[in-house]
T-cell receptor, first 115, second 112 residues
Framework: DGGITQSPKYLFRKEGQNVTLSCEQNLNHDAMYWYRQDPGQGLRLIYYSQIVNDFQKGDIAEGYSVSREKKESFPLTVTSAQKNPTAFYLC??????????????FGAGTRLSVL | DAKTTQPTSMDCAEGRAANLPCNHSTISGNEYVYWYRQIHSQGPQYIIHGLKNNETNEMASLIITEDRKSSTLILPHATLRDTAVYYCIVRPLSGNTGKLIFGQGTTLQVKP
């Protein structure tokens, strides 16, 4: 089936540890996004990538890093510099803005908690 | 992107139509109205979008007023599985980062 796969579903981070969230898509989409959602809140953009080997900071990029070495993959690393990482993380993909109705498709999310 | 205003919550009886309003009085001429929904602890799901004409698909209908300052998402026969937070978003098709600006949305509770 075509779609976006996020793993793991649940993740626990120890103090001072970096953790990496996986996002893989087989929709042949060029653009990929990472959002953060806090309880009862809307989504906020962390990083986005419109094409392989290129990515830009979103609204809340501090304490996070990404890479885009393959079209299908856009992993997010939550570094120890992110002091409040507990949240629901969502990955999305779409055709680039202006093409194919610009609809974003989301994964099922990763819930990150701090031990 | 234009700001949207939605009611915080709504109830609907199962089998009845759910009408979810959205105000977007500052919408620009090139901005579309998109609707997404998020079922508890899942990723958001695209529902429908439109520019100025009414739109219908297998999930819902979208009614946009003639002045485009407001719209209504209609779920014609709501089921318990339609209980979710519904987000109204306005944005252009091109010329931006592609990010979606999610507000608080409307929590729709479908009751038996």
């Amino acid at each position: 089936d075509g779609g976006i796969t996020q793993s793991p579903k649940y993740l626990f981070r120890k103090e001072g540890q970096n953790v990496t969230l996986s996002c893989e898509q087989n929709l042949n989409h060029d653009a990929m996004y990472w959002y953060r959602q806090d309880p009862g809140q809307g989504l906020r953009l962390i990083y986005y990538s419109q094409i392989v080997n290129d990515f830009q900071k979103g609204d809340i990029a501090e304490g996070y890093s990404v890479s885009r070495e393959k079209k299908e993959s856009f992993p997010l690393t939550v570094t120890s510099a992110q002091k409040n990482p507990t949240a629901f993380y969502l990955c999305a993909s779409s055709m680039p803005a202006g093409r194919a109705k610009n609809i974003q498709y989301f994964g099922a999310g990763t819930r990150l908690s701090v031990l | 992107d234009a700001k949207t205003t939605q009611p915080t919550s709504m109830d609907c009886a199962e089998g009845r139509a759910a009408n979810l309003p959205c105000n977007h009085s500052t919408i620009s001429g090139n901005e579309y109205v998109y609707w997404y929904r998020q079922i508890h602890s899942q990723g958001p799901q695209y529902i429908i979008h439109g520019l100025k004409n009414n739109e219908t698909n297998e999930m819902a209908s979208l009614i946009i007023t003639e002045d485009r300052k407001s719209s209504t998402l209609i779920l014609p026969h709501a089921t318990l599985r339609d209980t979710a937070v519904y987000y109204c978003i306005v944005r252009p098709l091109s010329g931006n980062t592609g990010k979606l600006i999610f507000g608080q949305g409307t929590t729709l509770q479908v009751k038996p």
